[in-house]
T-cell receptor, first 113, second 114 residues
């Protein structure tokens, strides 16, 4: 099946710093989604971004589908940005005709005041 | 619009018991997917339901089952619980095309098997 690798696995930042998280995938995909999981376990969808660039406030994401990677940019980080960031790609399930989301292992971000 | 809700939020069970978890999708959403999250395996797809039919299934043993009702609410059941079933169980809803659309997740149910 498709492999999804995220880097770095852990990241510690001071409040106000910028960061870039990377997601590499092993095969072509129809779509890619970025999620933030807060310390209580809630997964929040940040971006649905099969290709191109999107921005939402201090967050932006870029997917280069032809080169099989996506980047998530966090600018002027805040303590509330702490948590785990996951990318997930849509991959086909053999035989079913439908697809599933395959998640990477995530990047754990800690933003200190 | 209310978000995805899951009940209960926390559960403690013993080995050999069975458990049923519930998920209510966002109003109007017809696809419900279930995921298991553990520290070792990460987030893994369990199954997806659409219009009361299981449309897709991940690589989990038959002890894991689910169903969907006519109002799109979904339940998953785990029989003969094992210690390794301790996990955060998340459900996600979308309007109809499952993984092809933006997925909205519930807060999860934390299951501890003793």
């Amino acid at each position: 099946g498709i492999q999804v690798e995220q880097s770095p696995p852990d990241l510690i930042l001071q409040e106000g710093a910028n960061s870039t998280l990377r997601c590499n995938f092993s095969d072509s995909v129809n779509n890619l989604q970025w999620f933030h999981q807060n310390p209580w376990g809630q997964l929040i969808n940040l971006f649905y971004i099969p290709s191109g660039t999107k921005q939402n406030g201090r967050l932006s994401a870029t997917t280069v589908a032809t080169e099989r990677y996506s980047l998530l940019y966090i600018s002027s980080s805040q303590t509330t940005d702490s948590g785990v960031y996951f990318c997930a790609v849509e991959s086909s399930t053999t035989g079913s005709g439908y697809s599933t989301l395959t998640f990477g292992k995530g990047t754990m971000l800690l933003v200190s005041p | 619009k209310a978000g995805v809700t899951q009940t209960p939020r926390y559960l403690i069970k013993t080995r050999g018991q069975q458990v049923t978890l519930s998920c209510s999708p966002i109003s109007g959403h017809r696809s419900v997917s279930w995921y298991q999250q553990t520290p070792g395996q990460g987030l893994q797809f369990l199954f997806e339901y659409f219009s009361e039919t299981q449309r897709n299934k991940g690589n989990f043993p038959g002890r894991f089952s689910g169903r969907q009702f006519s109002n799109s609410r979904s339940e998953m059941n785990v029989s003969t619980l094992e210690l390794g079933d301790s996990a955060l169980y998340l459900c996600a809803s979308s309007s109809g095309w499952g993984a092809r659309e933006t997925q909205y997740f519930g807060p999860g149910t934390r299951l501890l098997v003793l």
